[in-house]
């Protein structure tokens, strides 16, 4: 598996940490099963793009098309990212600190999916807001708080003087994702009934916060955590919970839009009242 990759290295007098990009390429394509799990997903996001936007042609409501807008970059980073870990540019080879299951050995270690959440989910999530006629506030709220669990992460995942420390950003982490959770949980599933978009939100809120949950648990499962699962099958998670998370939900929520353009034109200007009661207007 990809873990012993960097012991062989070491046996040949090459220090993992001094890896050129094209050493880890190398190591990256040598495993079928990681760098399939890679691919397939920058294959998957090339297709979403066109699709996207072949379905957003005739899109004319402002705000339907900063729907489909946001929705759109999330296959576009997607593509970026995968490509970027495909090629060895996102990745490096780290050692385990003391403690962890695989203390002293080089873990490959793709930091750059890091990334690719800190720049998608929050579209996601302002796609989600607009959806649900949410206010700015609530909005600004969800998106920095992603970014939050998405930046303490990546500090899970790169901190190597600390086992311990690991698991202090994973917690972190964890925290900035409840936030998260509570707004698409409770307060725009609230906006959703004001704004009468609730039957379509509560499909994508759920398959959302199911898949979303998968990734801090097999965080704690991979080779970063617990190390119960290796890296190829990590990535494999990682990567399968992506395509439906992001393209399969893109889909779900464009083709919604397209069909309803006239119901979301009709919603609110801007991003919603601070809350569902009447307006002035309608005393």
């Known amino acids: 598996m ?24 190398q190591a990256i394509q040598s495993d079928q099963l990681l760098s399939a799990s890679l ?35 999330v296959p576009l980073v997607s593509i970026s990212s995968y490509t970027g870990l495909v090629s060895g540019l996102t990745v490096s080879f780290l050692e385990m600190p003391a403690g962890h299951a695989l203390a002293g050995q080089e873990v490959l270690t793709p930091w750059g999916r890091y990334l690719t959440w800190a720049l998608s989910t929050p579209m996601i999530l302002i796609a ?10 609530k909005l600004f709220t969800a998106v920095v708080a992603d970014i939050g669990m998405c930046v303490t992460g990546l500090a899970a995942a790169l901190t190597t ?11 972190i982490s964890c925290a900035f994702f409840a936030v998260v959770l509570y707004i698409l949980l409770a307060e725009w599933a609230r906006d959703a009934e004001v704004a009468g978009t609730a039957e379509i939100f509560n499909t994508l809120k759920v398959l959302t916060v199911v898949l979303w949950l998968g990734y801090p648990i097999f965080w704690a499962l991979g080779a970063e955590g617990l190390a119960v699962l290796d ?11 992506d395509i439906i998370a992001k393209y399969l939900f893109a889909f779900l929520l464009l083709r919604w ?9 009709k919603m609110a200007s801007g991003l919603g009242s601070a809350s569902g009661g009447a307006s002035p207007a309608d005393d």
């Open 2 to 25: 990809i873990e012993t990759a960097a012991a062989d290295l070491l046996a040949q007098g090459i220090v993992p940490l001094e890896m050129t990009q094209t050493d880890v390429f």
């Open 39 to 73: 691919w397939i997903n920058i294959a998957l996001a090339g297709l979403s793009i066109l699709l996207f936007v072949y379905m957003g042609r005739n899109v004319e409501d402002p705000r339907a098309q900063l729907i489909f807008v946001a929705t759109l970059m």
């Open 128 to 137: 989600l807001g607009l959806l649900a006629g949410s206010n700015m506030t």
């Open 161 to 171: 003087s600390s086992y311990m420390l690991r698991w202090v950003w994973y917690v």
């Open 231 to 241: 890296v190829a099958i990590t990535s494999w998670a990682y990567s399968g919970m």
């Open 257 to 265: 839009v397209v069909d309803n353009e006239s119901a979301v034109a």
